[in-house]
C-alpha cells in the first residue's frame, strides 16, 4: 500500500496551571528527549467512544512527561482525550496512585487537524529509565468516520474497551486487544538526567520484527539498556524510527525514508545522532516490482543515503550507516543473485572512509561465516531475513558507544 507523506505540524505547548506548577520545580529547564517513539505508518481501524491503554518502555528517565498524539493518517480532525499516563503494572493495569491526566493547551480534549500532531502539556511525573508506562488515549463518539493513525507492528499488547472512558481506571476493564499503536508516537521526559536523543532509523529489522512480543527485545532496547548501564552515557533517550516494509527511495508501507526523515529524526527533541539501518526493502523490491522506477541500482541506494547523510549534516547531526543484514533463503524474488551483488555494493559504499559519520557493521555481526549471504541461524527468527531476540541482542552488544560519547 502506498502513502504519500502529510506534514506535521509540531504545535508548542502552553503554560497552564498544572504546567506552570511544574516549571517552578525547574523541570521545564532540562533538555526535552525522546524516551520512546513509535512511528506511524498507516491509517488504521475506527475507534468509537473507546478508550485505548498503550504500554510503553521508557529508555531514559525524567522528570516531567508530555506526549504526541498524531492525526498523520486520518482522513477528517479527530477530537481525543481526555488522555492520561500513569506507572504500568500487570499488563493494562497501573500503580495505584501513579496516574497523571495530561492537558493540551490547558485543557483535557484536543482535536487534531487531518494530516497533524499535537504536543501535549507537560506535567510534573518522575519517571525512571526502563521502566513501563502506561498511556491511555479516550476516542469521543463520533458520527463521521474517522480511520486512526497506527503503528502497524507493535510487538506490544494496545488494550481497549468495549466502550467508555477508562483513561484513570486501574484495574482495567475487559475489553479488545490488538497488536497495533494507535495514535501515540511520541513520549518525551525531561530532567537532571536527560540530554540527548539517539534515533535508530529504518524498516521492519530496526522495528524488531522476529522479536518476542511484549518482550522490547528490539536492538533499539537493548541498546538502551546498554546506555543506562553506562554512568556517561545515560542521558541518552532512544526514538525506535523503525516502520516494516520501509524504503529509503520509494514509498511502501509508510512514507519512503526521504519523506519522512525530517520528521521522523530530525525532529526528535534533543537529536544528535542517527544510526541508518535501511536499504533491504529497496533491494528485494527491485527483485518483484513491476514498474520500472522499483527497479533500483546500487548507486541510486547510495546516493539516496548521501542525501540523508546531507540533511543531517545540515542539521548539525552525526549519522552513523548499519550494514544491511543477510537476507539469503527469504524467498524469491525478493532475494535474488542480482539483489545480493546490490546488498554487497552498497555495504562496501557504507564501509568505505568519509560515506557516514562512523560505521555499525550489522551484516559482520550476525553473518554466517560459511555462508556470509545468510544470517547465522543462531540469529535466524525462522524467515531468514529478521533476526530472533538473540540476534537482535548481538546486534545491540556490536554498537559501539563510544560513537555517542561526543558532544555538541
Given at each position: 500500500?502506498?502513502?504519500?507523506?502529510?506534514?506535521?505540524?509540531?504545535?508548542?505547548?502552553?503554560?497552564?496551571?498544572?504546567?506552570?506548577?511544574?516549571?517552578?520545580?525547574?523541570?521545564?529547564?532540562?533538555?526535552w528527549v525522546d524516551t520512546w517513539t513509535a512511528t506511524p505508518d498507516i491509517a488504521g481501524p475506527v475507534l468509537n467512544a473507546q478508550t485505548v491503554r498503550q504500554?510503553?518502555?521508557?529508555?531514559?528517565?525524567?522528570?516531567?512527561?508530555?506526549?504526541?498524539?498524531?492525526?498523520?493518517?486520518?482522513?477528517?480532525?479527530?477530537?481525543?482525550?481526555?488522555?492520561?499516563?500513569?506507572?504500568?503494572?500487570?499488563?493494562?493495569?497501573?500503580?495505584?496512585?501513579?496516574?497523571?491526566?495530561?492537558?493540551?493547551?490547558?485543557?483535557?480534549?484536543?482535536?487534531?487537524?487531518?494530516?497533524?500532531?499535537?504536543?501535549?502539556?507537560?506535567?510534573?511525573?518522575?519517571?525512571?529509565?526502563?521502566?513501563?508506562?502506561?498511556?491511555?488515549?479516550?476516542?469521543?463518539?463520533?458520527?463521521?468516520?474517522?480511520?486512526?493513525?497506527?503503528?502497524?507492528?507493535?510487538?506490544?499488547?494496545?488494550?481497549?474497551?468495549?466502550?467508555?472512558?477508562?483513561?484513570?481506571?486501574?484495574?482495567?476493564?475487559?475489553?479488545?486487544?490488538?497488536?497495533?499503536?494507535?495514535?501515540?508516537?511520541?513520549?518525551?521526559?525531561?530532567?537532571?538526567?536527560?540530554?540527548?536523543?539517539?534515533?535508530?532509523?529504518?524498516?521492519?529489522?530496526?522495528?524488531?520484527?522476529?522479536?518476542?512480543?511484549?518482550?522490547?527485545?528490539?536492538?533499539?532496547?537493548?541498546?538502551?539498556?546498554?546506555?543506562?548501564?553506562?554512568?556517561?552515557?545515560?542521558?541518552?533517550?532512544?526514538?525506535?524510527?523503525?516502520?516494516?516494509?520501509?524504503?529509503?527511495?520509494?514509498?511502501?508501507?509508510?512514507?519512503?525514508?526521504?519523506?519522512?526523515?525530517?520528521?521522523?529524526?530530525?525532529?526528535?527533541?534533543?537529536?544528535?545522532?542517527?544510526?541508518?539501518?535501511?536499504?533491504?526493502?529497496?533491494?528485494?523490491?527491485?527483485?518483484?516490482?513491476?514498474?520500472?522506477?522499483?527497479?533500483?541500482?546500487?548507486?541510486?541506494?547510495?546516493?539516496?543515503?548521501?542525501?540523508?547523510?546531507?540533511?543531517?549534516?545540515?542539521?548539525?547531526?552525526?549519522?552513523?550507516?548499519?550494514?544491511?543484514?543477510?537476507?539469503?533463503g527469504s524467498g524469491w524474488p525478493y532475494h535474488s543473485v542480482a539483489g545480493e551483488k546490490t546488498r554487497q555494493q552498497v555495504n562496501a559504499w557504507i564501509r568505505?572512509?568519509?560515506?557516514?559519520?562512523?560505521?555499525?557493521?550489522?551484516?559482520?555481526?550476525?553473518?554466517?561465516?560459511?555462508?556470509?549471504?545468510?544470517?547465522?541461524?543462531?540469529?535466524?527468527?525462522?524467515?531468514?531475513?529478521?533476526?530472533?531476540?538473540?540476534?537482535?541482542?548481538?546486534?545491540?552488544?556490536?554498537?559501539?558507544?563510544?560513537l555517542f560519547a561526543d558532544k555538541p
Amino acid at each position: 500500500m502506498r502513502h504519500r507523506a502529510l506534514k506535521w505540524l509540531f504545535a508548542g505547548s502552553v503554560c497552564a496551571i498544572a504546567t506552570c506548577a511544574m516549571a517552578a520545580t525547574g523541570a521545564d529547564r532540562h533538555a526535552w528527549v525522546d524516551t520512546w517513539t513509535a512511528t506511524p505508518d498507516i491509517a488504521g481501524p475506527v475507534l468509537n467512544a473507546q478508550t485505548v491503554r498503550q504500554i510503553v518502555r521508557t529508555s531514559v528517565g525524567g522528570s516531567g512527561v508530555r506526549v504526541r498524539l498524531s492525526n498523520l493518517f486520518g482522513n477528517v480532525p479527530i477530537t481525543l482525550g481526555p488522555v492520561h499516563v500513569a506507572l504500568g503494572a500487570k499488563k493494562a493495569d497501573t500503580v495505584p496512585g501513579s496516574d497523571h491526566t495530561l492537558l493540551f493547551n490547558g485543557k483535557p480534549t484536543v482535536t487534531v487537524a487531518k494530516g497533524e500532531s499535537v504536543l501535549s502539556d507537560p506535567v510534573k511525573m518522575d519517571v525512571k529509565a526502563l521502566q513501563e508506562l502506561a498511556v491511555s488515549i479516550y476516542v469521543p463518539a463520533d458520527a463521521r468516520y474517522h480511520a486512526s493513525t497506527i503503528h502497524n507492528a507493535a510487538l506490544a499488547t494496545a488494550y481497549i474497551t468495549e466502550t467508555g472512558d477508562a483513561t484513570a481506571a486501574v484495574q482495567y476493564p475487559r475489553g479488545e486487544v490488538s497488536g497495533n499503536r494507535f495514535y501515540l508516537t511520541d513520549v518525551e521526559v525531561a530532567g537532571p538526567e536527560t540530554e540527548h536523543t539517539l534515533v535508530t532509523f529504518g524498516d521492519s529489522i530496526t522495528d524488531g520484527v522476529g522479536s518476542k512480543e511484549n518482550a522490547n527485545d528490539r536492538w533499539p532496547d537493548y541498546l538502551a539498556a546498554r546506555l543506562q548501564a553506562d554512568a556517561k552515557l545515560k542521558s541518552i533517550g532512544v526514538a525506535n524510527a523503525g516502520i516494516g516494509g520501509n524504503r529509503i527511495l520509494h514509498d511502501n508501507y509508510g512514507p519512503s525514508a526521504l519523506a519522512r526523515f525530517e520528521r521522523d529524526a530530525l525532529d526528535k527533541p534533543g537529536v544528535r545522532w542517527i544510526v541508518l539501518l535501511e536499504g533491504i526493502n529497496d533491494i528485494g523490491g527491485s527483485g518483484y516490482a513491476w514498474e520500472s522506477k522499483d527497479k533500483i541500482t546500487a548507486q541510486q541506494l547510495i546516493d539516496g543515503m548521501k542525501t540523508l547523510i546531507a540533511r543531517a549534516h545540515a542539521r548539525h547531526v552525526k549519522i552513523y550507516g548499519a550494514t544491511l543484514t543477510p537476507y539469503g533463503g527469504s524467498g524469491w524474488p525478493y532475494h535474488s543473485v542480482a539483489g545480493e551483488k546490490t546488498r554487497q555494493q552498497v555495504n562496501a559504499w557504507i564501509r568505505s572512509p568519509g560515506a557516514f559519520d562512523g560505521v555499525v557493521d550489522f551484516d559482520k555481526t550476525v553473518r554466517d561465516p560459511a555462508a556470509p549471504e545468510k544470517m547465522l541461524a543462531a540469529y535466524d527468527s525462522g524467515d531468514h531475513l529478521h533476526p530472533n531476540s538473540a540476534g537482535y541482542r548481538a546486534m545491540a552488544n556490536a554498537v559501539d558507544l563510544s560513537l555517542f560519547a561526543d558532544k555538541p
